[in-house]
């Protein structure tokens, strides 16, 4: 094995070939990957939608959501059911577990549709097809605006543009989902005369169905013979809206016929009251919104959309604009090329404090390893299509540091048998036999320290997960190119004369005469040792925790909620005064609203759920930079609030991680609506009075104006009615019936019969409302009584059970973790308690906080003894196991006293650091100890050997912890919330580590020898003392 290894290592071409190789697959690699700004997260959110005309909140979760929920129950995947009830409306979000994967959400998809469509038959009749939508989770790519520039804008000719433009994106390589935001609703509105259609005996309802009976749009069969077949149609669609109008109702006897063009006005209308509405910078705009797919690369794709809007813009009307409002690639750039530079930096970090601390001739190769071993852990991120993003990029940061610690020892011990006399291969393959186990050892630990990561469930585990992915990969190529490239490369390229580089002889002594203290004394200096740890343990108990920081992104998101009665004229006369008041500020560039549903998500953690919420309205809001965006939060939160104390408005910056609806959530869980609300009443009333609490919602706090008709039974059944016939009546008089259609071209309108002003009459006008009876039309007041009374707006579920979800929403750049402290603390102050039959949960921040992270430590326990195996396979020994591991316990104890010097909060990010910490600390031990346990002298607990083999490895210890620390020093100085914590963690700790692992290790070795060793090497060996430098260092030459 000896020959053939030295052959291979010996072989300038296979070198040469090894290069190339790794060369071609990276370069390809970096061409081929996907880019894109954050992760690819598995869809595991869908929401289920369902109309139910004039019913009431009650009866929609009773009639609707109930047997809905039942029956997704039966699916075991599915996490979490929570269900929204609104008057007409019925919303159900699915959550599937963590542990579904992307191939698998599809397949739960269609089983989820298949049990909605069987529990289709339970729903009662006039309630709509439920739909599932479970493309609401991802954000949009592109967004672009269509804009009126004439004099009074024409919002038809708006729609038809945004759908043909939607028409062409769909069909653009690369394209996932194409939706259009802010679209109007076309209807042909037949408004009936009450007198004049009650004279004729007929109603709204009548008048439908004998629409329903002219439009023959149904197939009429097919004409065969022995030649041809042809298709039979019977003419009598509605192809223009006078064919409407000319519909004969009532036909005479002598031929003459009454029209509904005669009784009714017959026209074409947008549907009012409208759904939603877009508005661009202050003007009306229909707006499409492109997402691509996930494996294309964004920078190609988002080019040929723009060629493609570009074509398309150029064909428009002059009245007519295309105005671009959101790229996702200009994010993508800026961040990838922050992150690109902070790459160079660190290269270039690395490149001075190797040239400095091991010569010119050692730096060569040492770097050469950087490249190299970063295009492999791009073609490895290839093999497991793992995208270029910023966290996949971090990692290949994270990496620079350590990729070139085996290098270091490879170069280092290479320069070492060339001093001592071996050959080039000779020198390379001795350098490959001492050190591929201790070098696999330490990259599997440190392999393993960031296993948890990878093997993490759920959107957190996805969204970090590409850290380590990178890290894996690049320690994988820097174990494999130091020791088949490096190798031989250093011994060819470095002279044995060539000096070591920056050497200090006063700074060796001083460090070997304190190591000297240490051993004479080994138990106190590990009690010492342990102090610090400690310490930082102590402190890390008083950090404030947080899950993720916010995003250093040039946009805010504001939500608008008015009382749930508001209807959306009124939400629309709010955006109008807040947009003045916004409009005073410089910094804003760019001010979109959407009112009365969602905006088209434009970040990956935004929840679109908003559908058919007239009171509500959320702003897309474009700063000059992201320093703007920070500075500007807070002033138009305390501005709005201190102008507009009538409005809810949430002004907040775009986080990152999983989302959640609000910062601080409890969850109030019972079965009767009113103690639900009591309880949530009073919980509400203390949080508000909290410090740094700006908000506080609760899901079925509000209550809508509804208007009761007692019936008289005795009168309608006199008049030959039933309460069932007067509800279907009202219901076609008040919000129309709609059947038939107008066919245009490739455009189809419904047909909507209304009896016209009725759904805007105040309540006493109702009274008169005309209705037919066996005696003729009596007015509603001489069979019914009407009385105004609050009615429940909505009620929320939460698995099957009635929720109250008080949210609370507190001042920008107040951590969550503390004002829930405070809330919890005001709760028992107040003496609050929970009556019987309440229940209270911990939600938002905390709640996805704590469950990630028990999914992170849920595989700590294999990771620890796979850890262990490693380590006992490099050294064969549970006592160095021992110290190694006590060493990982000290890092991350270092790690967290690094972190409370930062003054930033502890947060997930910190958590991970801590993880690759902890396989980072224990490489300087494993060569500490490597160093030892190959000296007999040491071995037998010669102190003065100790330090010697301690001295000749601190050095390139040394090194490695320099250049770990230039590596991460980028992203420490970048600035921001989210990576300079995780950056000190790895930083700080290491370099404490490092520290005391000089000093501790030997101690450590020293108690923990074996203390027959001596006996046996005294029998089997003789020692030779020789003096070889200046320093007084020991070396040992052991004769057979």
């Known amino acids: 094995m000896s020959t053939r290894l030295e052959k291979i290592l010996g072989n300038p071409r296979i070198v040469c070939l090894a290069i190339a190789l790794v060369l071609v697959a990276g370069l390809g690699a970096l061409q081929n990957l996907p880019r894109i700004e954050d992760p690819f997260m598995t869809n595991r959110h869908a929401t289920v939608l369902v109309q139910f005309p004039g019913a009431s909140a009650e009866r929609v979760e009773a009639l609707v959501i109930e047997p809905l929920e039942k029956a997704l129950r039966e699916i075991p995947e599915i996490e979490h059911l929570t269900a929204t009830a609104r008057a007409g409306v019925a919303s159900l979000v699915i959550e599937l577990q963590d542990a579904v994967s992307s191939d698998e959400s599809d397949a739960l998809w269609s089983e989820a549709r298949d049990k909605i469509r069987q529990a289709r038959s339970q729903l009662p009749d006039g309630v ?24 009074e804008i024409d919002i038809d000719q708006l729609n038809r543009h945004a759908s043909e433009l939607a028409s062409r994106m769909v069909n653009t390589h690369g394209t996932a989902q194409v939706k259009i935001f802010g679209q109007p609703q076309e209807e042909v509105r037949v408004d009936i005369d009450p007198v004049k259609i009650a004279s004729l005996g007929l109603d709204a309802n009548a008048v439908s169905r004998r629409i329903a009976e002219v439009d023959a749009k149904v197939a009429s069969g097919e004409l065969h013979n022995e030649s041809h077949r042809m298709s039979l149609e019977v003419t009598g669609a509605f192809t223009r809206i006078d064919d409407i109008r000319r519909l004969p109702l009532v036909t005479e006897d002598t031929g003459i016929s009454l029209q509904l063009g005669d009784v ?16 661009v910078d202050g003007e009306r705009a229909v707006v499409v919104a492109v997402r691509m797919l996930f494996d294309v690369r964004g920078d190609y794709w988002t080019e040929e959309i723009r060629e493609l809007a570009d074509n398309f813009r150029a064909g428009l009307p002059k009245e007519v604009s295309l105005n671009e409002l959101f790229v996702q690639e200009r994010y993508n750039e800026m961040r990838l090329g922050d992150l690109m530079e902070s790459i160079t930096i660190g290269f270039l970090l690395i490149l001075g404090v190797l040239w400095i601390t091991l010569g010119w001739r050692s730096a060569i190769i040492v770097a050469a390893a950087l490249p190299l071993t970063t295009l492999f852990s791009l073609a490895c991120m ?17 990496a620079l540091g350590i990729m070139v610690d085996n290098a270091i020892v490879v170069t280092d011990t290479v320069m070492r048998y060339r001093r001592e006399g071996y050959s080039v291969v000779q020198a390379a393959g001795r350098t490959f036999r ?55 490369l250093a011994g060819r390229w470095l002279s044995p004369k060539q000096s070591h580089g920056l050497e200090s002889p006063k700074l060796g002594q001083w460090f070997n005469r304190t190591l000297g203290y240490a051993l004479r004394r080994p138990r106190l200096t590990m009690v010492l040792i342990f102090l610090l740890p400690l310490f930082g343990f102590i402190q890390a108990g008083k950090l404030p925790e947080q899950f993720f920081p916010v995003s250093d992104r040039d946009m805010l998101n504001m939500e608008l909620f008015l009382p749930a009665s508001a209807g959306i004229e009124s939400t629309l006369e709010a955006t109008r005064r807040l947009s003045e008041l916004m409009g005073s500020h410089e910094d804003i560039i760019g001010l979109n609203w959407f009112v009365g549903s969602s905006a088209p998500s434009f970040y990956y953690n935004l929840k679109q759920g908003k559908d058919g919420a007239q009171h509500y309205a959320q702003a897309m809001i474009t700063t000059t930079d992201y320093r703007a965006a920070n500075r500007l939060v807070k002033i138009l939160q305390r501005d709005i609030d201190r102008r507009f104390p009538e409005y809810q408005v949430l002004v907040r910056r775009l986080e990152q991680g999983p989302p959640a609806d609000a910062p601080v959530e409890l969850r109030l869980m019972g079965s009767r609506i009113e103690q639900l609300k009591d309880v949530a009443e009073e919980v509400r009333r203390i949080a508000l009075g909290t410090e740094d609490v700006i908000h506080v919602r609760d899901s079925l706090g509000e209550v809508v104006p509804k208007v009761w008709l007692e019936v008289d039974p005795v009168k309608t059944r006199v008049g030959g009615s039933a309460p069932t016939d007067l509800s279907a009546k009202l219901q076609a008089d008040l919000n129309g019936i709609q059947r038939g259609s107008l066919l245009e071209a490739t455009e189809q309108l419904p047909v909507r019969v209304r009896v016209a002003g009725i759904s805007t009459v105040a309540v006493d006008e109702l009274d008169l409302l005309p209705i037919n009876l066996a005696k003729g039309p009596r007015p509603l007041m001489a069979i019914a009584d009407s009385e105004l009374r609050p009615a429940q707006a909505q009620i929320t579920r939460r698995d099957g059970q009635r ?30 308690e929970l009556p019987a039959g309440v229940q209270m949960q911990i939600g938002g921040e905390s709640e996805n906080r ?26 064969n ?47 300087a031990a494993i060569i500490i100890l490597t160093e030892l346990k190959a000296n007999p002298r040491a071995m ?71 203390p027959f060793l001596l006996t046996l090497l005294k029998r089997d060996q003789r020692f030779e003392k020789v003096s070889v430098d200046d320093d007084s260092q020991k070396k040992l030459v052991v004769n057979q």
């Open 128 to 151: 709509s097809d439920p739909v599932l939508d479970n493309d609401r989770s991802y954000p949009f790519t592109w967004i672009a605006a269509l804009q009126w520039e004439g004099d």
């Open 264 to 279: 009714a006005k017959v026209y074409r209308h947008e549907v009012d009251p409208a759904r939603s509405y877009a508005f």
């Open 382 to 398: 290839r093999l497991i299509d793992l995208p270029i993003h910023q966290m996949s990029v971090t990692g290949l940061i994270v």
């Open 434 to 488: 001492h050190l591929w186990v201790p070098l696999l050892g330490s990259t599997l630990t440190t392999v393993l320290a960031f296993m948890p990561m990878v093997l993490m469930p759920g959107p957190a585990g996805e969204f970090i997960g590409g850290i380590s992915l990178a890290v894996i990969g690049s320690l994988i190529g820097s174990w494999l190119i130091s020791l088949f490239i490096i190798a031989p």
């Open 803 to 832: 929720v109250n979800k008080v949210e609370i929403y507190i001042r920008d750049g107040v951590l969550p973790s503390v004002v829930l402290g405070r809330v919890r603390a005001a709760l028992d102050r107040e003496g609050f």
């Open 850 to 875: 704590d469950k990630a992270l028990s999914k992170l430590l849920s595989s700590v326990s294999l990771i620890v003894v796979l850890m262990v195996v490693a380590v006992l396979m490099a050294f």
């Open 877 to 923: 020994s549970l006592r160095f196991t021992l110290v190694i591991f006590i060493v990982a316990g000290q890092a991350a104890g270092l790690g967290m006293l690094s972190l409370s010097f930062s003054g930033f909060p502890f947060g997930f990010t910190s958590i991970v650091g801590l993880m690759g910490l902890i396989g980072l600390a224990v490489n």
């Open 940 to 1010: 037998a607990a010669d102190r003065e050997a100790i330090i010697a083999s301690v001295g000749e490895c601190t050095r390139h210890i040394t090194s490695t912890t320099i250049t770990t620390v230039a590596g991460l020093l980028p992203l420490i100085l970048g600035g921001g919330g989210f990576w300079p914590p995780f950056a000190i963690v790895l930083a700080g700790g290491t370099v404490l580590a490092t520290i005391l692992s000089l000093y501790f290790v030997p101690a450590a070795f020293l108690v923990l020898r074996k």
